[in-house]
């Protein structure tokens, strides 16, 4: 479904997500219009390895320390693109945030497309976190082409997002680590 360019709804270990092939812009405009989130504010990606989000993009000393450390897991890094990576989820942008869930499933669906996917909670933005699938079906029933079913998220809430784009870390999204395991993690 992915590579016909689906939309669908995925289990992860902190929420399900609205996922699509990230190198399709047509399915990533689908999200946005789905999600009815705004057309400036990227989507995050996930990614099944180190090794693909290196291909996408550069990364600093500390941003290898947290992925090595936290992947998988419930960390989104945000970092400068490489120049060849492009996607209507970067809304434009020369950043770009991603993380390698810490669910078999999400993470064979990813490996399975063999390409990065988006990676945005299965909500409308501002809705309810979907936790469950019931979540995901009361608010997108009839607009995701599927909803692959794993019951509840492990977690149950955002995975937490650090911006490593400059000579620190800034934490943007407190979440599911606390920006205290992230400095432990650096020290």
């Not at 219009?33 to 390895?49: A, M, Y």
């Not at 669906?109 to 809705?127: K, M």
Request: include cysteine; charge should be negative.
């Amino acid at each position: 479904m992915l590579r016909d360019g689906g939309v669908i709804a995925l289990p992860t270990d902190t929420l399900y997500a609205l996922s699509c092939n990230a190198r399709d812009d047509a399915a990533v405009q689908r999200v946005y219009k789905i999600k009815t989130r705004e057309q400036g504010k990227p989507l995050p990606i996930f990614v099944p390895d180190l090794a693909l989000a290196e291909d996408i993009a550069v990364f600093t000393p500390s941003a290898r320390q947290l992925a090595n450390r936290f992947w998988p897991g419930q960390i989104t890094i945000v970092l400068q693109r490489r120049p060849g990576f492009d996607s209507d989820a970067l809304a434009g942008g020369d950043t770009v945030a991603l993380r390698v869930p810490d669910h078999d499933l999400a993470r064979a669906v990813v490996e399975a497309l063999d390409a990065p996917v988006t990676a945005t909670s299965a909500n409308r933005s501002s809705g309810r976190d979907p936790v469950s699938p019931e979540e995901v079906l009361r608010q997108l029933d009839g607009e995701v082409d599927f909803l692959l079913d794993a019951g509840p998220c492990p977690v149950g809430f955002a995975s937490t997002v650090v911006d490593c784009t400059g000579p620190e870390l800034h934490v943007t999204r407190q979440g599911a680590l606390t920006e205290h395991s992230l400095l432990n993690a650096l020290a």
